[in-house]
């Protein structure tokens, strides 16, 4: 392990150096390319470091248990060794966790899409109540969420929602959300008080830079259409909103948001090269999830994840038998529990499968 960080160590120094050059300043994607892979090795070099430098004061405690004859600075000695050696093991098990390679898109920008399943306008209501989870826990991460369209329930919610987020590791959290959610609770249009059953789906999708997923203008149908949501007069008189074909693949994504034409392209490009990134990358998902038991990360939009029981303000997650009694915390955005445990059970695979 010593050695691998060593020469990852070197390999961030290196990184260092080339990003200083000037050809490499000039090449936008090379560049951008380089500083990811800085920015994500700094964090085990510095754990590296750390590691290192306890290490370094392990061995001077021995050395002086070995010559000091004060008893009363040999215990104080004692005791700091104790310390040192009990940060040493939660740092190499911290190390270890490090080294085992991350997802390339985890680092990315996501595209969160929710729709209503079965249970009619509750499912809906529930897409709805979903959305506002994200949303506060988006919040809570400093991130920024941006509703790239939406079509709202008859009676609350909506029946589709789907937006942007920005942020650092935005898609490495929020991609364990993906699958079926299921509510059980009283609708608020249910006169005997009986408990119903609803679900909405959740796909998060990483939103990859135009140098992951190249788009070609040929490829792509473009149309323009006046926009049917709210904001104003304009939407009556202005061809606003942005209808893209992607003639190769045939995936079509619509943009109305946004006020200007422009606008809804850019977002709308952003929402094409994640569906097109995501059609890459589910084939090694799919090996992925063929080979580890809980599939917390593969994207599966089929497979019931999660159930939100209000009767008994209660949690599970079927993926990792994992429940909590805290429905209103998790309601109102409280995931990193839940996420969390999703990460462990993950990184618990992959260090089981071998992975080094």
Known sequence: MLEKLRLIRERWEDIGKQMTDPEVVA??????????????????????????????????????????????????????LDKLVAQKEHLEEHLRLLLIPKDPEDDNNAILEIRAGTGGDEASIFAGDLFRMYARYID???????????????????KEIIAEVTGEGAYGLLKYESGVHRVQRVPET????????????????????EVQVQIHERDIKRDTFRSSGAGGQHVNKTESAVRLTHIPTGIVVECQQERSQHKNYELAMKWLRSRIYEMKVKQHQEEIARQRKTMVSTGDRSAKIRTYNFPQSR??????????YNLPAIMDGDLDKLIAALQMAENAEKLKAGVK
């Open 27 to 80: 090449d936008v994607a090379r560049f951008s390319r380089l500083s990811k892979e800085y920015r994500e090795l700094e964090k085990m070099v510095q754990a590296y470091d750390q590691y290192q430098n306890i290490l370094s004061n392990i061995t001077s405690s021995k050395k002086l248990l070995e010559t000091e004859k004060d008893e009363e600075f040999r215990q104080l000695i004692k005791s700091e």
């Open 140 to 158: 809570s991460k400093g991130w920024t969420l941006h509703v790239v369209s939406e079509s709202p329930g008859t009676k609350g919610g909506f």
């Open 190 to 209: 249910e006169a005997q008080g009986r408990v119903h059953t609803s679900a909405a789906s959740v796909a998060v999708l990483p939103e990859p830079d």
């Open 315 to 324: 949690v599970t997650d079927h993926r990792i038998g994992l429940t909590l």
